[in-house]
């Protein structure tokens, strides 16, 4: 949102998840569309050292901007099967985005303040 942190990853696919677990509400005010990119691919154009990470599980860091705290980045770093992946936040994504909303996950964690009716795929869990 400030303008401090900019970068630029290759995505996995062209699908963006919204994830309704409750970390992810209670991190990001809502649910939290992400899409997958190769944490490899993650290049910073600046601002790396304004990220600020924070361990939100054991297996799972979740990086936000420093200056702001606009949410950024979902990485399970410390687990051996996914830490090659790092989710972005959709919001931060400058237009044109060229992804789509495709799936929401974890909706048995969902808020009980809204209804899904976007005719998407849901998922109880991942
Ligand atoms: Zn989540």
Redesign the pocket.
């Known amino acids: 949102m400030c303008g401090a942190i900019a970068y630029e990853a290759k995505p996995l696919n062209q699908k963006i998840d919204a994830?309704h677990?409750e970390?992810?509400r209670r991190w990001s005010g809502h649910f939290?569309a992400s899409v997958n990119s190769e944490f490899s691919s993650l290049k910073f154009v600046q601002g790396d050292d304004k990220v600020k990470w924070f361990r939100s599980s054991d297996l799972v860091r979740r990086g936000f901007c420093g200056e702001c705290g606009s949410t950024l980045f979902w990485h399970p770093d410390r687990h051996s099967e996914y830490a090659h992946i790092l989710g972005i936040s959709a919001g931060s994504l400058n237009a044109p985005t060229g992804v789509k909303l495709s799936v929401h996950i974890?909706v048995a964690e969902k808020g009980d303040y809204y209804e899904l009716n976007d005719g998407l795929a849901q998922k109880p869990g991942h």
Do not use: G, Y
Request: charged content about 0%.
């Open positions: 994830c677990c970390q992810c939290w974890f």
